[in-house]
């Protein structure tokens, strides 16, 4: 076999075993992929769905506004999308700790909603980033986790035939959280103004940068922190080399450009999401 990594490994094991198998995809996929040709790719390569985590974004996103509300007099209120960011926060400003917001990061919400609308089916996460190996790991719900420099090498080495598809995703479709991969973009899609006073609210990206604004004493309220610089595009398991301002016009040309094409079925949180638990403690 060639010089795969354990996770190709584990991938082709699962697709060529017949195994009925989801792909959730970040929405920062479109920096490496062509959003066009994507999802008929990955149908070809084996997979029986494919979805983007932007649903499970939607729930988390709805979960914060409404412990936010709920708790209000609460000092402060970190993210906990990126485990990066949790681990960081844990590691060096333990203080802080009680302030993440207790909630699943998108890909957990989402790896939840299809466990419990396709129960029998493996999943397969395609990430910007190691770090979702380790979170996939712990969570026990993910099956294998495959970063977007290991999905280019298996496509080019695999050279799948397109199986044409009438959208781009299947069901679980969500519009305005595909910006969550841009520093911002959680805040973005929480409408933090309405929630929030002037001022109470930062949204930054890095390591250092973190690390520097925790130092300080902060006193805002909400912090919107990505660990990596630029936000998820950044990762360490994206493919392309461009500068970041390229990364981010891609992402923005997805969110104007999907508005446009005939997506798959539209339902309420309710149907996919009733009797899941998307709390978590740290």
């Known amino acids: 076999m060639r010089n795969y990594s354990l996770d190709q490994i584990l991938l082709l094991e699962l697709l060529a075993f017949k195994e009925d198998v989801s792909l959730l995809v970040a929405p920062s996929f479109v920096v490496d992929f062509d959003y066009k040709t994507f999802v008929p790719l990955m149908k070809g390569i084996g997979f029986d769905h494919v979805f983007e985590i932007t649903f499970g974004a939607k729930v988390v996103t709805q979960s914060y506004q409404k412990y936010i509300v709920e708790n209000k007099d609460q000092e402060k209120f970190i993210s906990s999308t990126c485990p990066m960011c949790v681990n960081l926060i844990s590691a060096r400003f333990p203080s802080e700790k009680k302030f993440l917001l207790p909630f699943d990061s998108p890909m957990i919400a989402m790896?939840?909603?299809?466990?419990?609308?396709?129960?029998?089916?493996?999943?397969?996460?395609?990430s910007p980033c190691t770090a979702k190996k380790f979170e996939a790991k712990d969570s026990g719900l993910i099956d294998c986790v495959i970063t977007f420099k290991e999905l280019k090498q298996l496509i080019e080495n695999v050279n799948p035939k397109p199986i044409e598809?009438?959208?781009?995703?299947?069901?679980?479709?969500?519009?305005?959280t595909k910006i969550y991969p841009l520093s911002g973009g959680l805040s973005k899609t929480m409408n933090v103004k309405k929630i929030f006073a002037q001022n109470q609210t930062i949204s930054i990206e890095g390591q250092k940068s973190i690390v520097k604004l925790f130092e300080s004493n902060p006193k805002q309220k909400f912090f919107d922190i990505l660990y990596c610089n630029g936000g998820c595009i950044g990762g360490n398991g994206i493919n392309i080399k461009t500068p970041t301002f390229f990364k981010k016009h891609s992402v923005k040309s997805y969110i104007?450009?999907?508005?446009?094409?005939?997506?798959?079925?539209?339902?309420?949180?309710?149907?996919?999401?009733?009797g899941i638990n998307f709390s978590k403690k740290f």
Do not use: Q, W
């Open 111 to 126: 790896a939840k909603i299809v466990k419990k609308n396709f129960p029998k089916e493996k999943i397969v996460f395609l």
């Open 165 to 176: 598809c009438s959208h781009l995703f299947d069901k679980f479709y969500n519009d305005f």
């Open 256 to 274: 104007k450009n999907a508005k446009k094409e005939k997506i798959g079925e539209r339902m309420g949180l309710n149907k996919y999401t009733k």
